[in-house]
């Protein structure tokens, strides 16, 4: 199992720029998500999906689109970058949505360090 | 806004001595998970208390679960180098559009020889 995996590692943008950062997991998982973390701000999520074909927002999600078409791949999309979108970015999955049970488990991927002039 | 903080935000300590990390929500939480992020990484899944009152141990790291579940602390005995990192408490919060996770502003330890 590769776990979770994001790509680019790192990605440095123009303001205007559109990007897509690629996540994907194998390990079947139906609750995936995304994350930002700034200084001192903890991680704030972006968007969530339930499940292929679901999602939802979540604390911080204008500027940013996502879709579930697969259990497998989550992407996050920025539609016009800005500045205050320079971060790093972590997706992560679990099977279960924080019932309270042993597959609550959440596992992160590496990041993308994201950098936008 | 932010429903769950951290106290304190930064912790400095000589190797050996003990660390102790606060989680506060204004909220009732359903559950509450701990993460470990080790400098330039990502974050870890550690644990996930459950009940009120609860108490979880791994090995030197204990864990509590407050009576209301609107608090929690990471108790780190005899601290190594190796417990060197970020500690975020995340509290689930149930809405009605469902469970939702939200994340503390992270504990930040450096262990000094």
């Known amino acids: 199992n590769a776990g979770v995996t994001q790509t680019p590692k790192f990605q440095v943008l123009k303001t205007g720029q559109s990007m897509t950062l690629q996540c994907a997991q194998d390990?079947?998982?139906?609750?995936m998500s995304w994350y930002r973390q700034d200084p001192g701000m903890g991680l704030r999520l972006i968007h969530y999906s339930v499940g292929a074909g679901i999602t939802d927002q979540g604390e911080v999600p204008n500027g940013y689109n996502v879709s579930r078409s697969t259990t497998e791949d989550f992407p996050l999309r920025l539609l016009s970058a800005a500045p205050s979108q320079t971060s790093v970015y972590f997706c992560?999955?679990?099977?279960?949505?924080?019932?309270?049970?042993?597959?609550?488990?959440?596992?992160f991927g590496p990041g993308t360090r994201l950098t936008v002039l | 806004g932010q429903q769950v903080m951290q106290i304190p935000q930064y912790q400095h300590v000589q190797e050996g001595e003990d660390f102790t990390t606060y989680c506060n929500s204004s909220t009732t939480l359903s559950n509450i998970q701990w993460y470990k992020q080790r400098p330039g990484g990502h974050p870890v899944f550690l644990i996930q208390?459950?009940?009120?009152?609860e108490v979880k141990k791994q090995k030197r790291l204990t864990f509590q679960f407050g009576e209301a579940k609107k608090n929690s602390s990471l108790h780190i005995t005899a601290t190594q180098t190796t417990d060197v990192g970020t500690y975020f408490c995340?509290?689930?919060?149930?809405?009605?559009?469902?469970?939702?996770?939200?994340f503390g502003t992270g504990t930040q330890l450096k262990v000094e020889l």
């Open positions: 995340a509290g689930v919060i149930l809405t009605g559009g469902g469970n939702k996770l939200t």
């Open positions: 390990m079947n998982h139906e609750y």
């Open positions: 992560a999955s679990s099977r279960d949505l924080f019932s309270g049970g042993a597959t609550d488990t959440q596992y």
């Open positions: 208390l459950v009940k009120s009152g």
